[in-house]
T-cell receptor
């Protein structure tokens, strides 16, 4: 069974640009969540999508957005990049219907903003 | 709102020694607790989870954790450390106070485990 796949793994952008990251969840999982990981702030929840609908959103500015497609694949977009957006962005999937269900994480997309 | 505190950002042990990583949670409703491990340049991998079925939870790679409601703790232990255990460990909590948003976990700040030969 294939795991959570994130692309690209590494990318470098400059301030003001925008970036789109992609996540393919485990087959059959309908919930996809995104997290930002930085040395200073740790792991912070960005948003969750379930059946193409945003189910929850963390405390991030509107420059951070996401969407989910009918095949459960998800993308997140960051517009007008700032230096502070440099981070490891992790995608996680779960079935979405059980409070005890674990999250399965991808290897992340490491974004560097220059 | 729930929160997680991991005591000690860095823990160092000798190979073969006991590993103890501390996690305390704060939640006004019954929590569901998780321990994840992250190796360099990788995502998070589940070690074990507490779902109220049993207070002592056994996970992968010889790790276990005990849920203590009176102490609001969920410490991770391993009797004998191995060099391959060197990684960063995260404790996380989920409660049903978040409604049906099961994709949201609240993580602690992480503990880096170093294992000396």
């Amino acid at each position: 069974k294939a795991g959570v796949t994130q692309t690209p793994r590494y990318l470098i952008k400059t301030r003001g640009q925008q970036v789109t990251l992609s996540c393919s969840p485990i087959s059959g999982h309908r919930s996809v969540s995104w997290y930002q990981q930085t040395p200073g702030q740790g792991l912070q929840f960005l948003f969750e999508y379930f059946s193409e609908t945003q189910r929850n959103k963390g405390n991030f500015p509107g420059r951070f957005s996401g969407r989910q497609f009918s095949n459960s694949r998800s993308e997140m977009n960051v517009s007008t990049l700032e230096l502070g957006d440099s981070a490891l962005y992790l995608c996680a999937s779960t079935g979405g219907w059980s409070i005890t269900g674990e999250l399965f994480f991808g290897e992340g997309s490491r974004l560097t903003v220059l | 709102a729930q929160s997680v505190t991991q005591l000690g950002s860095h823990v160092s042990v000798s190979e073969g020694a006991l590993v103890l990583l501390r996690c305390n949670y704060s939640s006004s409703v019954p929590p569901y607790l998780f321990w994840y491990v992250q190796y360099p340049n990788q995502g998070l991998q589940l070690l074990l989870k507490y779902t109220s079925a049993a207070t002592l939870v056994k996970g992968i790679n010889g790790f276990e954790a005990e849920f203590k409601k009176s102490e609001t703790s969920f410490h991770l232990t391993k009797p004998s450390a191995h060099m391959s255990d060197a990684a960063e460990y995260f404790c996380a909590v989920r409660t049903n106070a978040g409604g049906t948003s099961y994709g949201k976990l609240t993580f602690g700040q992480g503990t880096i485990l170093t294992v000396h030969p």
